[in-house]
């Protein structure tokens, strides 16, 4: 399980509330015989500067999962999990994999599901992206850091777009998606940061599912008996059984 953040994020602080991590706090106790990896990178150079940014820790991504795999077991079943913009940089490292079929083969053989919570999935559509983006370098950065990421996040509309597209157009050999949606208002947003208009793909093997958090806190549990908590790992149960069938 490869558990990848968004905008403004951090490996361990993304999915920790309370001082609880539920990778590493609660999901192994429910999940034992899982691996469990958390992927962290500077998410302001991934998504500001350069289009190539997003290809770089995409490329990280495939080339730490490739390590760990040689490691723990190269035929293990593989699912993500993404918070928000971390969905973008798993859609384009899925993407990469494919057109570098060779050294990823077993990466894309074995990626079996992908929980998105919060991540936007609209095609080319840049006054979308646009005010997507606005929204969250208001919620995520401050100041003059703001208006600096949001240009260069506007910028990138079509580019995103594309990875978006490109992901659709492969997504029938994963067996299961989830796209789970905000149903709360984060603080310091006008509305949802990620509607359920653009949070769903409306794909055959896609789940829908409402999670009552904001943009924010949508990923991270203080502790097991949380109903969120409990939500996500049904679904994370059902990708396994699907993967293990």
């Known amino acids: 399980i490869a558990a990848v953040h968004g905008l403004n994020g951090k490996a361990f602080k993304t999915w920790t509330q309370d001082g609880k991590l539920w990778l590493a706090d609660f999901l192994p106790l429910d999940l034992p015989y899982a691996r469990i990896f958390t992927f962290g990178y500077d998410s302001r150079i991934a998504f500001s500067g350069s289009a190539s940014r997003i290809d770089d820790h995409a ?7 490739m390590a760990k795999r040689r490691q723990f077991g190269e035929k293990r079943p593989l699912l993500f999990i993404c918070h928000s913009l971390g969905g973008i940089v798993v859609k384009r490292a899925l ?12 990466i894309t053989r074995d990626t079996f599901g992908i929980m998105f919570l919060g991540t936007p999935h609209r095609g080319s559509d840049v006054a979308f992206w646009g005010n997507l983006l606005a929204k969250l370098a ?58 359920e208009d653009s949070a769903v793909i409306g794909l055959p093997n896609e789940i829908p599912i409402p999670i009552e958090a904001d943009h924010r806190s949508m990923c991270k549990f203080s502790n097991m008996k949380s109903e969120k908590y409990q939500m996500v790992l049904d679904c994370i149960i059902e990708m396994i059984e699907d993967a293990l069938d």
């Open 59 to 65: 490329r990280s991504l495939l080339e730490r999962l």
């Open 95 to 106: 993407a990469i994999a494919h057109e570098r079929n060779r050294r990823y083969n077993s």
């Open 138 to 195: 208001d919620v995520f950065t401050l100041g003059s850091i703001r208006t600096e990421l949001t240009e260069d996040l506007k910028r990138k509309s079509h580019m995103l777009g594309t990875i978006c597209s490109q992901f659709v157009e492969r997504s029938e050999s994963l067996h299961r998606i989830f796209s789970i949606y905000e149903r709360q208002r984060t603080k310091g947003a006008s509305g949802l940061v990620v509607e």
